[in-house]
T-cell receptor, first 114, second 117 residues
Framework: KNQVEQSPQSLIILEGKNCTLQ??????????LRWYKQDTGRGPVSLTI?????NTKSNGRYTATLDADTKQSSLHITASQLSDSASYIC?????????????FGRGTSLIVHP | SAVISQKPSRDICQRGTSLTIQCQVD?????MFWYRQQPGQSLTLIAT?????????ESGFVIDKFPISRPNLTFSTLTVSNMSPEDSSIYLC??????????????FGPGTRLTVL
C-alpha cells in the first residue's frame, strides 16, 4: 500500500529559529513530491514541487530536499516567523496511465512562539 | 495558477438535512476533485468530478450520500446528504492545472467547514 509518513506530528519552536520536517514515502514510481502549507481553516497552498530527478527546491525561507533512493524528503524552514505556524503536508503523486493519484501525509503541525 | 472559490465557507447544520457546496474555478480544468479533511487527519479523496458524466467515487464514499455535479469545466457541486455529526469536517475542492514550472500543480479551494449538530 502506498503510504506517506510525516514526522514529527507536531513541533513548537521559537521565532527566528530553524526547523526541519521529515517525510518518508513508499509510493513508487512517483511523478512528483510536493510540500503544502495549510493555515488553520484554510485550504492547502503549494510551497514546493519536485520531480524524481530533483534533489532540492527552494521557495524563500522554505527549502525542500528529496532523496529518491531512500524515499525521503525534508522541508527546512529558516528564520521562522509567527506566520509560519500552520500544518505542513507532504504529498507524493503516483502518475499511472493518465491517472493522477496523490497520497497525502497527515501533516506536521508547526507552532512558532514569539 | 488556478484560483478556486467555495461557498459556503462554513455552515452549521442539523442532523438529517443536506448541504450543497459550490466550487468555482477561474479557468477551465480537466481534473477536479472533492476531498474531506477531518480534524487532525490528512486529506481523504471523496471523488473525482467528471465533466459530463457521473463522478468517480473512492472506496467508502457513495453517490447517494455525496452526489456531485459538474456541468462544465469551471464549476462543480458536492452535496452532503442526510447529514450526521460524523460528517462534520472540512470539505475541499481541488483541481490539477498550471503551466510551465507549475504544470501538474494541485490547487485547493479555501474549504468549507461543516459542523453537524
Amino acid at each position: 500500500k502506498n503510504q506517506v509518513e510525516q514526522s514529527p506530528q507536531s513541533l513548537i519552536i521559537l521565532e527566528g529559529k530553524n526547523c526541519t520536517l521529515q517525510c518518508n514515502y513508499t509510493v513508487s514510481p512517483f511523478s512528483n513530491l510536493r510540500w503544502y502549507k495549510q493555515d488553520t481553516g484554510r485550504g492547502p497552498v503549494s510551497l514546493t514541487i519536485m520531480t524524481f530527478s530533483e534533489n532540492t527546491k527552494s521557495n524563500g525561507r522554505y527549502t525542500a530536499t528529496l532523496d529518491a533512493d531512500t524515499k525521503q524528503s525534508s522541508l527546512h524552514i529558516t528564520a521562522s516567523q509567527l506566520s509560519d505556524s500552520a500544518s505542513y503536508i507532504c504529498v507524493v503523486t503516483l502518475s499511472s496511465g493518465g491517472s493522477y493519484i496523490p497520497t497525502f501525509g497527515r501533516g506536521t503541525s508547526l507552532i512558532v512562539h514569539p | 495558477s488556478a484560483v478556486i472559490s467555495q461557498k459556503p465557507s462554513r455552515d452549521i447544520c442539523q442532523r438529517g438535512t443536506s448541504l450543497t457546496i459550490q466550487c468555482q474555478v477561474d479557468s477551465q480544468v480537466t481534473m477536479m476533485f472533492w476531498y474531506r479533511q477531518q480534524p487532525g487527519q490528512s486529506l481523504t479523496l471523496i471523488a473525482t468530478a467528471n465533466q459530463g458524466s457521473e463522478a468517480t467515487y473512492e472506496s467508502g464514499f457513495v453517490i447517494d450520500k455525496f452526489p456531485i455535479s459538474r456541468p462544465n469545466l469551471t464549476f462543480s457541486t458536492l452535496t452532503v446528504s442526510n447529514m450526521s455529526p460524523e460528517d462534520s469536517s472540512i470539505y475541499l475542492c481541488s483541481v490539477v492545472g498550471g503551466e510551465g514550472a507549475h504544470k501538474d500543480t494541485q490547487y485547493f479551494g479555501p474549504g468549507t467547514r461543516l459542523t453537524v449538530l
